[in-house]
């Protein structure tokens, strides 16, 4: 299947300062990619969806200058947590849709953790 | 907007034996259905599909049901191996967005 890689996997940082998160699609171009939130042993939150070229689309009570997408090219999009607190503390997983925009199939990246202390 | 329920949230099964998770949905809209299985602290990964012109697809020892008419799809794992020991998450797409089960914690006891 298509590779859809994330980086990095697991970060820690202090209370305050941002993280920068990027998704690349390896083998394919996304003009769609999205990002989600899971908490553990719970399902997938979608956060936003990434469009190339154009501003996200957040999903209702997702803070938009709170967790920042930039979708700059057809293969890499980046969430930064700015400022980021505990609370912020999760697992961050993106995805990206091969083929058609309401056809293709979904491939996610290996997920990044990010912890703020 | 669509709603997907995915039943049980926690099975296990005997090594060998067979595991079925089962899944509603609500958008007649729907029309791709994956499923993915995750594995601790990595991402999901897809495991199967099927489309909503195709009742049943099979792929070795997974297979996955569809009933439009009852808006339901299933998953069956047969002759299931301690790895295959996840948790599964089944979706539904009506376009462009895909909505998600709340998964099931599969344990396969050796």
Same mark, same amino acid.
């Given at each position: 299947?298509?590779?859809v890689s ?6 820690i940082? &202090? ?6 998160i ?5 083998d ?11 908490f553990? &042993?719970q ?20 803070? &938009?200058? &709170? ?9 890499l ?7 980021a607190h505990?609370?912020?503390s999760?697992f961050?997983?993106c995805?990206?849709r091969v ?9 996610f ?6 912890t703020v202390? | 907007?669509?709603n997907v329920?995915q ?7 005997? +090594?060998?034996?067979?595991? =079925?998770?089962k899944?509603t949905y609500?958008?007649s809209?729907s029309? #791709?259905?994956?499923w #993915?299985?995750q +594995?601790l602290?990595k ?10 012109? =195709?009742?049943e697809?099979k792929d070795q020892r ?8 009852a808006k ?5 794992i047969? +002759?299931?191996?301690? +790895?295959?020991?996840?948790? #599964?998450?089944?979706?539904a797409?009506p376009?462009?967005?895909?909505y ?8 396969v006891?050796p």
């Amino acid at each position: 299947g298509a590779v859809v890689s994330q980086h990095p996997s697991r970060v820690i940082c &202090k209370s305050g300062t941002s993280v920068k998160i990027e998704c690349r699609s390896l083998d394919f171009q996304a003009t769609t990619m999205f990002w989600y939130r899971q908490f553990p &042993k719970q399902s997938l939150m979608l956060m936003a969806t990434s469009n190339e070229g154009s501003k996200a689309t957040y999903e209702q009570g997702v803070e &938009k200058d &709170k967790f920042l997408i930039n979708h700059a090219s057809l293969t890499l999009s980046t969430l930064t947590v700015t400022s980021a607190h505990p609370e912020d503390s999760s697992f961050y997983i993106c995805s990206a849709r091969v083929g058609g925009a309401n056809t293709g199939e979904l491939f996610f990246g290996e997920g990044s953790r990010l912890t703020v202390l | 907007g669509e709603n997907v329920e995915q039943h049980p949230s926690t099975l296990s099964v005997q +090594e060998g034996d067979s595991a =079925v998770i089962k899944c509603t949905y609500s958008d007649s809209a729907s029309n #791709y259905f994956p499923w #993915y299985k995750q +594995e601790l602290g990595k991402g999901p990964q897809l495991i199967i599909d099927i489309r909503s012109n =195709v009742g049943e697809k099979k792929d070795q020892r997974i297979a996955v049901t569809l009933n439009k008419t009852a808006k339901h799809f299933s998953l069956h794992i047969t +002759e299931t191996q301690p +790895e295959d020991s996840a948790v #599964y998450f089944c979706a539904a797409s009506p376009g462009n967005q895909f909505y998600f089960g709340t998964g099931t914690s599969l344990t396969v006891i050796p």
